[in-house]
């Protein structure tokens, strides 16, 4: 087979080029990073789970009337997803104070917000991904005000998806981080989610334990990075079968 054209390498992903215009291949890397790389790591068979994980959020939402750049999973890497031109913002939601945002208004991690809060940083990892308001948004260009509004609206409902899926299965949503990408039917533009759903981009905690089973155990040192990841996708049931991170093989003599 011809080897295929890389389109873009980021930290945890690789995209090519897909087999029709319109389309590209998402890999998913087993490379795990934190505080924009500083921090860095192989888990192995992150890649692996991630894809899955992020398939089974990207259809669920479709189901429910959400657009997303996901068609079809193609292997135990690689996902089939639609082109999309991504909006330089990372979309955050967060339900719960967690991370920057308990930092930088002083509260305790896991306080209740009084309703989901919607927030954006401008992609830009030589800045560090800064928060942005959405006036800065519309003054430079990066979206409109029309643009805003839909992102907005979809966030909640990706929102309202994701939270109600992880309640079922005892885990608490507390943030998460989307992407949006613009497509063009024709003349007609719409905006859909794209990137990835994945816990290196949420964060979920237990609901009885607040045990963390998201990207902050790679970050805070916490644990086992797989095993977490493991945990969520099992309780969702969408472990792959025969690729279960399992225990390493013992030698015996
Ligand atoms: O994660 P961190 O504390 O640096 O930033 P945050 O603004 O508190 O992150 C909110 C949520 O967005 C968390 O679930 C992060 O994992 C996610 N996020 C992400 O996936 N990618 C980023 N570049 C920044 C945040």
Not at 6 to 25: D, F, H, M, R, S
Not at 66 to 93: A, D, G, S, W, Y
Not at 188 to 194: C, G
Request: glycine share 8%.
């Amino acid at each position: 087979m011809a080897r295929r054209k890389l389109v873009y390498e980021g930290k945890a992903k690789i995209l090519y080029e897909g087999p029709e215009p319109g389309t590209l291949v998402q890999y998913f890397k087993d490379d795990a990073t934190a505080f924009n790389a500083e921090k860095k790591d192989v888990i192995d068979g992150k890649g692996v789970l991630n894809n899955r994980l992020s398939e089974f959020f990207m259809t669920g939402l479709q189901r429910i009337g959400v657009p997303t750049h996901f068609i079809k999973r193609l292997n135990m890497r690689e996902q089939l997803i639609r082109q999309v031109e991504i909006i330089p913002l990372e979309v955050i939601v967060r339900n719960f104070a967690a991370g920057t945002m308990a930092k930088r208004l002083g509260l305790e991690e896991g306080t209740p917000l009084p309703r989901p809060i919607v927030e954006f940083s401008y992609k830009d990892d030589s800045l560090g991904d800064p928060l942005v308001p959405e006036e800065y948004i519309i003054a430079f260009g990066w979206a409109t005000q029309q643009d805003m509004d839909d992102i907005v609206a979809l966030a909640l409902r990706v929102n309202d998806f994701m939270a109600g899926v992880m309640h079922g299965v005892g885990i608490k949503l507390v943030d998460f981080k989307i992407e949006i990408g613009r497509i063009w039917d024709n003349d007609f533009m719409r905006l859909i989610v794209a990137d990835e759903i994945s816990p290196d981009s949420c964060r979920l905690w237990d609901i009885e334990t607040d045990r963390k089973l998201d990207k902050d155990v790679f970050r805070r040192d916490l644990g086992d990075l797989a095993d977490a990841y493991t945990e969520v996708a099992r309780r969702l049931g969408v472990l792959p079968k025969n690729t279960t991170p399992g225990p390493k093989p013992t030698l015996i003599n």
